[in-house]
């Protein structure tokens, strides 16, 4: 049984979200990182990219979900 919890970060290709989400990764987390662009901006152990269009293929209902964090924004 994994024993991490669980973690959504929408925006964490941002300047703020990268920061909060390498600290999650850092006090133990298992980040699932939702970003538009189609790259990883960025690898780390236990950090899991998707975009808007596949989320809920890659974050299924099995991975008990612990918080949602929403650092998201548009620029214009």
């Known amino acids: 049984m994994n024993s991490k919890i669980n ?3 929408a925006g964490a290709s941002g300047f703020i979200g990268k920061q909060v989400t390498i600290g999650l990764l850092e006090h133990g987390y298992k980040v699932f990182a939702i970003t538009r662009q189609t790259c990883k901006p960025f690898e780390l152990p236990d950090l899991i990219w998707c975009s808007w269009d596949e989320y809920a293929e890659v974050i299924s ?3 008990n ?3 949602v964090l929403n650092l998201a ?3 214009g």
Do not use: D, S
């Open 73 to 75: 924004t548009t620029y």
């Open 65 to 67: 979900i612990h918080a």
């Open 61 to 63: 209902l099995n991975h």
């Open 7 to 9: 973690v959504i970060v």
